[in-house]
């Protein structure tokens, strides 16, 4: 855990601080600026001024140089010296008395007039680095009394100084730090936290001066650093609480200091040093007859009793970098972080980024890549860097150079795993994994050819699955670089994802007809025949579209046509024409079928020439297979079927020229008869169906499909014409005996005809047609449905003659109600039968809106020889 943060450089040599007087020993320093002071045991001051000084390789040292020496004139060791720079006073404890000297000639200050210059019967004293007193040219100091069990508050100032707060202790204090209104004391038996302006008091933990020697240090606004019993290192804020985690250090430490992140404690024999952040040892450097350690300004100087030395922080950024290179990364972040409070916000930001960047490289040669991964993500790496280290993944174009000085010490992945393909194998796909969660991220922005190239090497080298979806999603990668590696791992499916990307469809195809011819083999779509027939069914190009489509016609035509069967109807894509495809496919007879089926069945284009041609074509086939001297029988009925179902539901065909083509063809009799039905030849249909076929059956069915688009009054003139056929038709050689009598076919056909459609036939008309021997019970359900249908008829249309007559009236209504006004009356208008004036409302309105009083009109009707019509209506006066 150890980690060389500090090196110790002495200041002041012991020839130059006492000569060849052997007795001299110091007791006290103080530091500030470049000027040093030294308290000795024999009453003198020495000042000196330090210079560093740093060497052409950078290793600092220090020159001192004496300025003057001064006795006080005490007899006794100088106990502590304290510098009021805005002052320019050394406050000093000597002898028990605390005074003035001036900093430059070091002579005592004497007292003003009316005022002292100096303290009696103190045994320590300290400054306050955090004052409440908002003047510049006065110190707030704080002095222990050796007679007394308080602790004093005084202000200092150039020639005296003045007593402002006295404030009492449960016992003797004997060391003490000030922050603010905050004492840090230690007693004789405990650590207390006292605010001198409230008097609130706060105990910390036991502490036995008489054992140890206390250690009270303030280290930062209102926190301070003790000497806790078992060797600890405690810390405590204004409040009493720690928020930091002690230190382990010796039991017998003499004096400590901070030096931020470090904690540096001097005992006997030992500097030590711990962390603040994670509470570890990381120095240890043997110092002996040390008793004196100080932070002043940042600067750690330690004395012993014969000379002056400064402990010299490394540069924080050195000390991160020697942990690194052991791979402490851990430690090296902690540092990094907390060296934040100590360096400019853009500097900081610069080292923190590069350090997290380093700490991901040492984590990902480790193959810690879940770590080095976070790290690369908060360091925002160039992810170039990481890409690097894979030879062969940057394009050839790429203008990217590593980082000076470098972020790592791999020359490439090869050096790295030291010939260990798993290794190998496992950085690969973590490189996968991290380039495809940030190719869509900022990261990326000013290399995304880079990345997009690299993962597109690495999914053909193993073979990803995520191949084909960089390709056909938007991408960056390289097309010089590209093609040879997708060649390389005959991953051409994918490099015509890559041409097609990159506006070369032409290349596209033809690489991918050649893998599908086997001139080139790759496995990736076992479809791929379809998927280059779908390809050319979406493309914009016209051009390619015609150049590609015979082949695809001759590998397959039923999948082929579908380049111009399944186009898609969009504004920008250009339409094939279909006469120009008709023309094409004249050499390709089963796709020429196809699409002429696409364009009658599916897309209902309504021109003549494209269904007489496909009728043509449905005919030539049918009668192909009945020349052939064995004809499967299944072909054919599928085939007229066909042909059957466009005569029946087309009606932009050529009628005549097709019933020329079959005009000798008995076999297609039913075929005949439909085009009879669409000129409308419906005697000659049915002469064919009933005579020639005797398939009354289709008989009835052709007269359903013939009126099924008109009126019912066609469809009834249909029926009586195949009824008269059925009849007129009937011979004696025909009949057979039946439960009734003897009947022909032809009979049994018209009876059954008149049973099933009864409703559909002219009752009347029907029995005048009827042979005078046909029994009724033969009829019977005919006659039965006639008489319903009749009745219905007839009940039908009273309920109509009902309710017109009902709308009628309702009308009438609403047009008198329409036309009605209101009739005023009042006491000044006078009757116009009688003259006299209405005295009640109740009146009645002659033709015309004339008012008059019901008795009048009554006696008029019946004086009147004719009645005449009355309206009764309500007014409101």
């Given amino acids: 855990m150890s980690v060389k943060a500090f090196e ?65 004139g005490l007899k006794k060791p100088v106990a502590e010296l304290r510098a009021a720079s805005a002052l320019e006073r050394l406050i000093v404890l000597c002898d028990g008395i605390v005074f003035l000297v001036d900093m430059v000639t070091l002579e005592t200050v004497p007292s003003a007039a009316g005022g002292g210059a100096k303290i009696r019967s103190v045994t320590a004293f300290c400054i306050n680095e955090n004052p409440v007193n908002g003047d510049p040219f006065c110190v707030e100091m704080c002095v ?66 008489e ?67 994670d509470q570890q040892l990381k120095q240890t450097l043997s110092f002996r007859d040390g008793h004196i350690l100080q932070d002043f300004e940042g600067k750690v100087i330690l004395a012993s009793t014969k000379a002056v030395y400064v402990l010299v922080p490394l540069p924080l950024e050195r ?48 193959l810690q890549f879940l770590e080095a991964k976070e790290h690369f993500r908060k360091g925002q790496l160039d992810v170039r860097e990481l890409i690097s280290l894979y030879p062969l993944l940057l394009p050839a174009s790429s203008s990217f150079t590593r980082c000076h000085p470098p972020l790592h010490e791999f020359a490439d992945l090869n050096h790295l795993a030291q010939g260990d393909q798993e290794k ?33 090497k690495l999914y053909a080298e193993q073979d990803h699955d995520s191949l084909l979806d960089l390709l056909a999603s938007d991408n960056a990668c390289v097309l010089a670089d590209s093609v040879p590696w997708l060649e390389k791992y005959h991953k051409y499916f994918a490099l015509g994802l890559l041409y097609h990307y990159n506006g070369q469809d032409s290349a596209a195809v033809q690489l991918w007809i050649r893998v599908v011819d086997g001139d080139l083999q790759d496995s990736t779509r076992s479809d791929l025949y379809e998927y280059i027939v779908d390809f050319l069914c979406f493309s914009s190009n016209l051009d390619l579209v015609w150049k590609y489509a015979d082949w695809a016609l001759q ?54 020439k494209f269904h007489t041609h496909l009728a043509v074509m449905y005919l030539d086939r049918v009668l192909s297979l009945l020349s052939e001297s064995s004809t499967d029988e299944e072909q054919l009925t599928k085939a007229r079927e066909r042909l059957q179902a466009l005569l029946r539901e087309s009606n932009f065909y050529r009628v005549q020229f097709l019933l020329g083509k079959m005009e000798n ?8 008869a439909t085009l009879h039905g669409k000129l409308e030849e419906h005697d000659k249909a049915l002469h064919i169906l009933v005579h020639k076929l005797r398939d009354f059956s289709s008989a009835e069915a052709f007269c359903i499909w013939a009126s099924s688009c008109r009126d019912s009054e066609y469809r009834q003139q249909l029926f ?9 038709g009937s011979l004696p050689g025909d009949a057979q005996t039946a439960a009734g009598g003897g009947t022909g076919e032809l009979e049994m056909a018209a009876v059954d005809l008149l049973n099933r459609h009864g409703e559909v036939f002219d009752a009347v008309r029907v029995l005048r047609m009827l042979p005078e021997g046909w029994s009724l019970q033969l009829l019977r359900p005919f006659l039965g449905r006639a008489v319903r249908a009749s009745m219905h008829a007839c009940r039908t249309s009273q309920i109509a003659l009902g309710l017109a007559h009902s709308e009628n009236v309702q009308l009438l209504h609403d047009r008198l109600k329409e036309r009605k006004k209101p009739i005023f009356v009042s006491e000044k208008k006078g009757c116009h039968l009688c003259h006299n004036t209405f005295s009640e409302p109740a009146v009645v309105c002659l033709p015309g809106g004339v008012p008059v009083h019901t008795h009048c009109v009554a006696q008029r009707v019946r004086d009147s020889p004719t009645k005449r019509q009355l309206t009764n209506s309500s007014n409101h006066t």
């Fill in 665 to 672: 063809c008995e076999q297609l009799l039913l075929e005949r």
């Fill in 8 to 72: 110790l450089v002495p200041a002041v040599e012991r020839d130059l601080l006492m000569g060849d007087k052997a007795r001299i020993n110091i007791e006290c320093i103080e530091c500030c600026g470049k000027h040093l002071y030294v308290g000795t045991n024999d009453c003198f001051i020495h000042h000196f001024l330090l210079d560093e000084v740093t060497s052409s390789k950078g290793k600092l040292s220090y020159s001192a140089q004496k300025l003057l020496h001064k006795y006080l």
């Fill in 555 to 608: 590998k397959d035509p039923t999948i082929g046509v579908h380049v111009f069967t399944k186009r898609p109807a969009r504004k920008d894509q250009p339409e094939t024409n279909p006469d120009d495809v008709i023309t094409y496919l004249g050499k390709h007879g089963q796709a020429l079928l196809l699409y002429l089926e696409h364009l009658v069945l599916e897309r209902r284009i309504q021109k003549e």
């Fill in 319 to 366: 000390q991160i970098q020697d942990l690194l290179a052991g791979h402490r990364v851990e430690e090296a972040l902690i540092l990094t972080e907390g060296a934040q409070r100590n360096i400019p916000k853009d500097k900081f930001q610069i080292l923190h980024k590069r350090i997290l960047q380093q700490a991901g490289f040492i984590q990902f040669g480790q």
């Fill in 720 to 728: 009586h014409l195949l009824l008269g056929v059925y009849l007129d």
């Fill in 144 to 209: 222990l009394s050796s007679k007394r069990r308080t602790v004093q508050i005084y202000m200092v100032y150039e020639d005296r100084v003045q007593l402002v707060k006295e404030v009492t202790t449960p016992e003797q204090p004997c060391a003490v730090s000030l922050d603010g209104y905050f004492l840090c004391l230690a007693l004789t038996t405990q650590y207390m936290i006292l605010n001198y302006n409230t008097g609130a008091s706060q105990d910390l933990f036991p502490y036995n001066s």
């Fill in 424 to 456: 190998v194998l496992r950085c690969k796909k973590f490189l996968i994994s991290y380039l495809g969660e940030v190719r869509s991220t900022e990261v990326v922005n000013g290399c995304r050819e880079d990345v997009d190239t690299a993962l597109l």
């Fill in 211 to 277: 054992e140890r020697r206390p250690i009270v240090k303030r280290i930062s606004r209102e926190e301070f650093l003790l000497a806790a019993p078992g060797g600890l290192g405690m810390f405590a804020n204004a409040e009493g609480i720690s928020q930091r985690a002690p230190v382990n250090w010796s039991e017998s430490v003499i004096g400590a200091a901070v030096c931020f992140p470090y904690v540096v404690a001097l005992d006997e024999s030992f500097i030590t040093i711990h962390s603040m952040l």
